[in-house]
């Protein structure tokens, strides 16, 4: 999968410039600005990284509801850049036993910027590829109670990782309509994880 969306982003981005075309009723350049709403899955055994602690019975919730805000410039039918923000929402892990109770939350988001290839199939609708970065940030709060006593501590940790995406758009009288599939590869002291994110938006081109 990976490899899939990586490959096909590429190749929008390559292939634009020779089959775009301009369509009446469309703008073929200037700003927009949009926001999304989508689901988010994080690729990391939280259940077994806390299960190699030492942490019984654990249990993990890997998705949430994510959103992104973003804006761009589309120079003519087929390129553009955008930057935008992206809330991935929070991923959780339980640990339960006699007297015990454990839990973690993990909340990550991030800025990004991109290149964006889009290759104009008909009329105000086309596919698109997205090639990028994101300055991610990513904190973790862990809390435990044994015994009537109780503990917690609040980790933070940032850092700048490629992404990319592929998608389709719809526009009608300035009215942008997107679905659209990225990956997100974050690395941090040794540990790779990934972030798919599906997402609906809707923006406004001027």
């Keep these: 999968m990976k490899r899939l969306i990586a490959t096909a982003a590429l190749a929008t981005l390559v292939a634009s410039p020779v089959l775009a075309q301009s369509y009446p009723g469309v703008p073929d350049a200037g700003p927009y600005l949009g926001a999304g709403i989508g689901h988010a899955k994080l690729d990391f055994n939280i259940e077994g990284f806390y299960r190699d602690l030492g942490f019984p019975n654990v249990s993990s919730d890997d998705t949430d509801v994510s959103y992104k805000l973003f804006a761009g410039y589309q120079f003519n039918p087929y390129f553009a850049v955008e930057a935008g923000y992206v809330d991935f929402g929070s991923f959780t892990a339980s640990s339960t036993a006699a007297g015990f109770s454990g839990d973690a939350k993990l909340s990550v988001d991030g800025f990004t910027a991109a290149l964006v290839g889009k290759l104009?199939?008909?009329?105000?609708?086309?596919?698109?590829?997205?090639?990028?970065?994101?300055?991610?940030?990513?904190?973790?709060?862990?809390?435990?109670?044994?015994?009537?006593?109780?503990?917690?501590?609040?980790?933070?940790?940032?850092?700048?990782?490629?992404?990319?995406?592929?998608?389709?758009?719809?526009?009608?009288?300035?009215?942008?309509m997107r679905a659209e599939l990225e990956r997100y590869d974050i690395s941090e002291s040794g540990e790779d994880f990934t972030i798919d994110m599906i997402s609906g938006s809707i923006g406004y081109r001027f």
């Design 120 to 176: 104009p199939i008909q009329s105000g609708f086309s596919v698109y590829g997205k090639l990028g970065m994101v300055a991610w940030d990513a904190d973790l709060k862990e809390s435990a109670s044994f015994m009537g006593m109780s503990a917690s501590a609040s980790y933070g940790e940032d850092g700048t990782d490629p992404f990319y995406g592929i998608g389709a758009e719809y526009v009608v009288n300035q009215i942008v």
